[in-house]
């Protein structure tokens, strides 16, 4: 019976096999990676360091150009580099110019909370273990609305006392009414060992603020970099009916990945709400963020201003921005910058003649070992190379236009006679599978 039961399954795995290396094939379609060639319409240069070593590894920031033509992921951008033995692709490694901030705690125990009048507010921190560092002091506190100035001295006896930060600033901006608030309570100094902090926190001319506790913190900051992009303001609305301005502005880089709009606005003393949306073609509109404030205030209590709307990383060419007036007069609005964080490339150069090709809707994103391999690289103050002029790749051949529903068959010509005989080759093996079967269960006759 086990010798039967394995021949029957026989033919059902090797179908099932042939299944599967039909499905990969299909797959491999769209998913293995290509080589530049006919496919990529541009190509930049990029231009390395006078003074580089042989096989050391490079940094070079993609520019806004690059954004207008590659696919929205980058998937299509490829290396290569020419030397003797003619062009060949390289891997790199894609990186997002996000900046990062590390943080950690610092034990600490607050004592002497007093207050002078009319002066300040004072206590002191005192690290728990000796030889910590510290870089920065978040200030804990009920109060609401306020700005004060911050002082911080450090000391390693307790009695002479050095001062780490005098200009720092605090502030709190709430509008409970509107469900709006905003603020900084953090004073950041050069890193220190100091075993004490004194933290003295100015009146201002205003009543002492309620102070619940401080937390200290050891922060490490690697700075982000960001394009800045103008937008072109296409159209300018003025709706009194419905108490809006709408403003309708264009990306002179279409793909760029924008997160924020900054404002140029020259008035004082406003609060609006704005809404932020996005197209591709400006007839359909995608909601992008809602709810969030531009403010200004000079007053004797605050001084302080946002003119940045924020929102989820995007690449429309054109941006919808409504602004709430109310029962205001509408704010004059000029010169609107589009930013998002910088992409970069990582490789390793060695003395070759490289490309950077793009521009290719059709290709599948790489995968490089090299980013596995990365955590373990230093890549800490690389030499920066650049990309020179976009220019046209002699070798691309644009595709022949289809039809507009064109069928899958007529794309994949081969595909309909391959899946017949693959099919009538599945019905054979079945129909064998089948006639075994029977003569293993009906008696020949005598």
């Known amino acids: 019976m086990g010798s039967r039961s394995e021949t029957r399954l026989r033919p059902f795995s090797i179908a099932f096999v042939i299944l599967l290396v039909a499905g990969a094939l299909l797959s491999a379609i769209d998913v293995w990676a290509d080589s530049p060639d006919a496919g990529w319409q541009f190509f930049k240069p990029v231009i390395l360091p006078d003074d580089l070593a042989d096989a050391q590894l490079v940094e070079v920031v993609l520019d806004p150009e690059v954004y207008s033509y590659a696919q929205p992921g980058l998937g299509d951008v490829r290396l290569t580099a020419t030397g003797t033995d003619g062009e060949r692709e390289i891997p790199y490694n894609l990186l997002i110019e996000a900046g990062d901030q590390r943080r950690a705690a610092v034990p600490v125990k607050m004592q002497d909370l007093g207050h002078i009048p009319n002066d300040h507010t004072s206590f002191v921190l005192t690290v728990q273990s000796e030889g910590d560092l510290h870089s920065e002091v978040q200030i804990q506190t009920s109060s609401a609305n306020f700005q004060r100035r911050v002082a911080i001295s450090a000391s390693d006896d307790g009695e002479t006392w050095r001062i780490l930060q005098?200009?720092?600033?605090?502030?709190?901006?709430?509008?409970?009414?509107?469900?709006?608030?905003?603020?900084?309570?953090?004073?950041?100094?050069?890193?220190?060992?100091?075993?004490?902090?004194?933290?003295?926190?100015?009146?201002?001319?205003?009543?002492?603020?309620?102070?619940?506790?401080?937390?200290?913190l050891f922060a490490q900051t690697l700075e982000p970099r960001r394009h800045h992009l103008p937008l072109d303001i296409l159209e300018r609305i003025e709706d009194a009916e419905r108490k809006q301005t709408i403003l309708v502005l264009q990306a002179f880089h279409p793909g760029f990945p924008a997160d924020t709009i900054h404002l140029d606005i020259p008035h004082r003393n406003f609060y609006r709400e704005v809404v932020v949306e996005g197209s591709y073609d400006s007839i359909y509109w995608i909601p992008l963020q809602s709810g969030e404030i531009l403010y200004d205030f000079v007053t004797p209590r605050f001084v302080g201003d946002d003119r940045e709307i924020r929102f989820g990383e995007s690449r429309y060419r054109y941006y919808r921005i409504t602004i709430f007036n109310e029962d205001n007069p509408p704010l004059p609005v000029e010169k609107p910058?589009?930013?998002?964080?910088?992409?970069?490339?990582?490789?390793?150069?060695?003395?070759?003649?490289?490309?950077?090709?793009?521009?290719?809707?059709?290709?599948?994103?790489?995968?490089?070992?090299?980013?596995?391999?990365?955590?373990?690289?230093?890549t800490e103050d690389l030499p920066v190379a650049r990309l020179g002029p976009r220019d046209l790749n002699p070798a691309f051949d644009a595709p022949v236009p289809r039809p507009v529903g064109e069928p899958f068959t007529e794309r994949y010509p081969w595909l309909l006679p391959g899946v017949v005989a693959l099919a009538a080759l599945l019905v054979g093996l079945f129909l064998a599978s089948l006639i075994r079967q029977v003569r293993g269960r009906l008696r020949p006759p005598e």
């Open 166 to 216: 005098e200009n720092g600033q605090i502030f709190n901006l709430a509008i409970p009414e509107r469900g709006f608030s905003a603020g900084d309570t953090s004073v950041r100094y050069p890193s220190s060992s100091a075993r004490f902090l004194r933290v003295q926190i100015f009146d201002e001319d205003q009543g002492p603020l309620a102070i619940s506790g401080a937390v200290v």
């Open 337 to 378: 910058v589009g930013s998002g964080f910088a992409r970069k490339i990582v490789f390793t150069a060695a003395g070759e003649t490289h490309r950077l090709y793009y521009g290719n809707p059709e290709a599948s994103a790489p995968s490089y070992e090299l980013e596995k391999l990365f955590p373990y690289l230093v």
